[in-house]
């Protein structure tokens, strides 16, 4: 099936597009997370989003959730990986599927557009972001896993069964991973080390672990590295007022667009998106 | 008083940004209707406004009410008829009050920037949007007044006061001013006449009825008409990502800068043009 539109992320920007794209009957693939966006459910209280006075974080993703429910919209909980412009439209992959949409709207949310040392240039060289995607290159390997949220622990459990050696490194405590063959947190990653190759990565102490493989696996992957040629200018996509971006057919709104982080301004952004996209839908129709 | 911020209008992207300012403490001098935006109040259901499904307009109206007064933000009911960029920031003229602000905000509407032929030219020359301000200049004389909306009879009435002779001209029926020296609607306006000030209207019969002067009572002046050398494209003000007009320190939101005209885009606005505000302002305090 080929979507009229692939959104990546839940949080209130996509919430917002997601409403007004299916108002207009448009077909919505839409990746996140059911819990929608952990930045919103963190909030004590928001004071300033109009007609919803100081209402909690948690009580407005109960809201989202109930009038998504309502709407009929549905969330993939895949993460997107990689993201490239075909001739019809840009084609993704979310964990080992791919998919065929239109256009894009990306609600990212505030990613660092820092990754490790190494970690652009060797991608697709022994680096990947996903476990599903290229752990079947490492059975009998070791290879170093970078964890950044306990909700992926699932992917290096996957790894773990498949590599002989795992060295895994979380930025948080607990991690829940318990297995012979995984080295919890040797150290903090400073780099990944090779030069046409992932051949290992160098922790902060100076350590050198050999590997022959990383995966990095984030809560979001930043923008830039999810579609080759995409304007950013620091952490933000690059967008004019329509919510474009140097793309044809490829969106952006809320947080990823750079200040203010706020929830009225990603509610507004993804509302200017939808119609945008709505608007590129009907010229592609014509043509 | 020295205010922070004038805000134009009481539609969801003034309410956005008033709700943000406040919280930044700003003092704030908020310009529109206790009764908040007609055309909220008269929407029927809104679809796609993230957190509050399916409302009605005059319920999110309500909610607006009660956030408003709960973050303690006052409301003035004088329509504001001039905007002048002065050395310190902006004079405001607020029915025969001049107010006096560091930054305006314009949250307008959508307004049709097209008046009566000659209207423009004839601006202060005959021509006036303020019968508080200029009425008396006509006591004993014939004018003519076009009442806009029904809330702005009073003005009409007042004006039929002093003046010797009114043509009163409504563009909806049932007007409820009925005085001995006011003649209702004796045709429709086609143009304002007069070289170097009014001298009469004509109507679209073609018949011409001489007048000493004309006032035109909208719900809302065109803002390229409020503010002088505001940059306009077709009925929009021209605004960048950050809300920003072609005046230093006059922000637009909402409507009033195109489409789509949608709540969610005029809270976002609002929201932007609030921190752009803030930041504006602690760059004055800084020189």
């Known amino acids: 099936m080929r979507y009229d539109v692939a959104i990546i992320g839940t949080g209130p920007a996509a919430i917002s597009a997601a409403l007004t794209l299916k108002l207009h009957n448009k077909t919505i693939l839409w990746f996140g997370s059911k819990k929608l966006s952990p930045k919103v459910e963190l909030s004590e209280r928001i004071a300033n989003y109009p007609g919803v006075a100081m209402v909690t974080g948690p009580e407005l993703n109960r ?3 109930e009038q998504i429910e309502q709407a009929g919209l549905e969330i993939t909980e895949r993460q997107v ?17 791919i998919y065929d949409a239109k256009t894009v709207l990306l609600c990212t949310g505030a990613v660092s557009p820092k990754g490790f040392p190494g970690e652009a240039e060797l991608l697709g060289h022994g ?8 752990g079947f290159l490492y059975p009998g390997k070791t ?18 069964e498949i590599a002989a050696k795992v060295y895994l490194f979380t930025p948080y405590a607990d ?3 318990k297995r012979e063959n995984v080295i919890l947190n040797p150290g ?5 080390l090779g030069d046409s190759a992932a051949e290992g990565v160098e922790l902060q102490d100076g350590t050198r672990l050999d590997v022959d493989g990383v995966f990095v696996i984030r809560p979001a992957v930043a923008p830039g590295r999810l579609l080759r040629g995409l304007e950013i200018d620091g952490a ?6 329509r919510m474009e971006t140097n793309k044809p057919g490829c969106y952006a709104a809320g947080d990823c667009t750079g200040r203010p982080y706020q929830l009225a301004k990603a509610v507004g952004e993804g509302n200017v998106a939808a119609h945008s996209i709505v608007e590129y839908l009907s010229q592609l129709e014509c043509k």
């Open 127 to 134: 680096v990947s972001y996903c476990a599903t995607c290229d």
């Open 175 to 177: 991690c829940g991973v």
């Open 81 to 97: 990986t990689n993201i490239a412009s075909t001739r019809r439209g840009f084609m993704l992959q979310g964990g080992d599927e």
């Open 236 to 241: 933000n996509i690059v967008v004019n007022r």
């Open 63 to 65: 809201l989202y959730r």
């Open 143 to 160: 290879i170093a896993v970078y964890c950044g949220a306990k909700e992926f622990e699932h992917e290096a459990e996957y790894l773990a």
């Open 188 to 192: 903090k990653i400073r780099a990944i």
